[in-house]
């Protein structure tokens, strides 16, 4: 599989479904998302990507939010710190991982009959904690950590890159800028305020400007309550007519972990999905607390085009 087909159906205008959530599923069967699992469970970890390819799904994302050298670096004063008193090759970690998690997704993918209908995204998140804007480091810092964390993307075998969760439109374009200079294709989703901009106040109209001249091949949002990402699908819609879509949470987060509530099961969640369907969206999926049968009602329900 290659992303070629997936590309296709957005130039077409059909609908792409992205699957559900990862971390908070893990939560839901059980097992905590802490330390990504890809080693120690990775049965779990196959079967979350396998129940999405059935229940519909034309692209699944890999378990590799905060999988990046910097995740491990934010516990310690600096790298000598870790070095002095984390264990051997720590700082190296992110990159075997990243394959290993790639893997899981490409073998439940292949596993499937639906094979060749289905990319692998590679998801990766800022390379500070997504919800604090304020913490985004320099572009050179973040120029150099891209690049490397998506190459390992690449070199597994993702069919193209998931920017998600993202805050600014500045780390939005270091990532784009990384993804084209490694040659991947990059979808960026960015996490929406209630007041129909981006958590860091910035204008929906000034991201999609600043954005256009890279030439994303879809602007998401996501991490946010569906009301939050309908508001904002409005306003990007005005100021961008290429592939766009959203996947919203359901639920609240209460950290580390995910509340689950009973207000969008499947079906009302749906309900939402045809609403942002006629707004414009052709990529439709779920964030924390959806689920595969979340997935399954959208495959099922909305129009394929």
């Avoid at 077409?12 to 069967?29: P, W, Y």
């Avoid at 893997?103 to 289905?118: G, H, I, T």
Wanted: with cysteine.
């Amino acid at each position: 599989m290659s992303y070629e087909p997936v590309k296709k159906k957005l130039q077409r205008g059909e609908l792409v479904v992205l699957d559900g959530a990862i971390g908070s599923e893990m939560l839901r069967r059980q097992l905590t998302w802490e330390g990504h699992k890809v080693d120690s469970h990775p049965d779990v970890i196959r079967s979350i990507h396998a129940d999405y390819v059935q229940a519909g799904a034309h692209v699944i994302s890999t378990n590799t939010f905060q999988l990046a050298r910097r995740s491990w670096l934010a516990h310690f004063r600096d790298v000598n710190h870790m070095r002095r008193i984390g264990p051997p090759g720590l700082e190296r970690r992110a990159g075997p991982m990243i394959h290993d998690a790639v893997a899981l997704a490409r073998q439940a993918r292949d596993a499937s009959p639906r094979k060749n209908e289905v990319a692998v995204a590679g998801a990766m998140t800022t390379l500070e904690w997504c919800f604090r804007p304020d913490l985004t480091p320099s572009v050179e810092e973040m120029r150099a950590e891209y690049v490397e964390t998506i190459r390992h993307f690449k070199e597994a075998g993702c069919d193209l890159m998931l920017f998600e969760t993202f805050n600014r439109w500045l780390e939005a374009q270091v990532a784009l800028e990384a993804a084209r200079e490694v040659g991947i294709p990059a979808w960026v989703s960015f996490v929406p305020d209630w007041e129909g901009r981006l958590l860091s106040g910035e204008a929906i109209a000034e991201m999609a400007a600043k954005l256009k001249p890279l030439h994303p091949d879809a602007i998401l949002f996501n991490c946010a309550p569906p009301p939050d990402v309908t508001r904002a699908l409005g306003e990007l819609r005005r100021h961008h007519d290429g592939p766009s879509g959203v996947y919203p949470h359901v639920g609240r987060f209460d950290p580390p972990d995910w509340m689950f509530t009973d207000k969008y099961p499947p079906e009302k969640y749906l309900e939402e999905a045809r609403g942002w369907q006629k707004q414009g969206a052709t990529i439709i999926g779920g964030c924390c607390g959806t689920t595969p049968m979340h997935i399954e009602a959208l495959r099922r329900g909305l129009a394929r085009n």
